[in-house]
């Protein structure tokens, strides 16, 4: 029987960058030397190796972007690229690693929801109550959603176009920020015609703002509170000085009383 000999056969393939000069710049030899595979990798500039068969990368795939990393708490910048992570579909979530510490992937279900754990954590609760229908009623220990606002100290729309969806607002104070309609104007002059004695600003009527200034005409001082107003518990208008608040008329009556007979006051609300 004929002794075989074994024969020690190579292929040379080169990974080029497509340019029309290339020659081999390194050499993996194979393991053996028997029936391996030879790669060069060559540059652009360079003259193509004999024999050798050229692989063309596509353009898209010969360099990763320069800025494919970014350091913790860098800025977001516009056009920034990045990696597509990819996530396992596991029908039935189990780990997909041996041990406490080996890296592992994302893991997703049957419909592509990303599994996240939030057993342990006191922060995260889902509850069965959560929505109520309208007109439902008030029961002892109902739970719900807690309702975030925007501190916005300078009042403007916060959303881009009419109809998108927009957040609460409130001032640098806490309070809400809302709007209103007043169509209804009220306004006149009381004079207090015996000082010591307190006057109802004006008979009652329903009002959200007022307006109360004393006369520039008056002498002495103005004093602003309730029925028991007097020159000891009031709020002091000196002449020409006024006073702006929110107040429902209707809900109590604003009293004024005066240091001089015949002075008083001017006043303009609105509901």
């Known amino acids: 029987m004929a002794d075989l000999t074994e024969v020690q056969t190579s292929q040379v393939v080169e990974i ?4 029309a000069d290339r020659a081999d710049v390194a050499t993996s030899t194979p393991a053996g030397g028997i029936g391996g595979l030879v790669v060069r990798e060559a540059q652009r500039g360079q003259a193509t190796m004999a024999a050798s068969i050229p692989v ?3 353009s898209d795939q010969t360099a ?3 800025n494919y990393e970014y350091a913790e708490d860098a800025i977001h910048g516009d056009g920034d690229t990045g990696a597509f992570v990819l996530a396992v579909r596991n029908d039935v979530l ?3 690693v041996t041990a406490d510490g080996d890296y592992a992937p994302f893991q997703v279900d049957a419909l592509g929801a990303l599994y996240v754990n939030v ?3 006191t922060d995260i609760a889902v509850v069965a109550n959560f929505e109520y229908a309208e007109d439902s009623g008030h029961t002892t220990a109902d739970v719900g959603a807690f309702v975030l606002a925007v501190r916005n100290d300078t009042p403007g729309a916060l959303a881009g176009t009419d109809l998108d969806y927009a957040p609460l607002q409130v001032d640098d104070d806490g309070y809400a920020r809302v709007t209103g309609t007043l169509s209804t104007l009220i306004h006149g002059q009381t004079t ?3 000082a010591g004695t307190a006057v109802i600003l004006f008979a009652s009527a329903t009002t959200k703002t007022i307006t109360i200034k004393a006369l520039d005409t008056n002498n002495k ?3 602003v509170g309730d029925s028991t107003v007097d020159s000891t518990n009031g709020y002091v208008l000196a002449p020409g000085e006024a006073i702006s608040m929110e ?3 209707a809900q109590d009556n604003i009293f004024v009383d005066s240091a001089q007979n015949g002075e008083g006051v001017s006043y303009i609300g609105a509901t």
């Open 94 to 96: 189990a780990s997909l």
């Open 247 to 249: 107040f429902d008329h």
């Open 64 to 66: 990763l972007a320069s």
């Open 56 to 58: 063309t990368l596509a």
């Open 119 to 121: 057993s342990n954590s």
């Open 192 to 194: 207090v015609t015996t």
């Open 16 to 19: 080029t960058d497509g340019s």
């Open 221 to 223: 001082d103005i004093y």
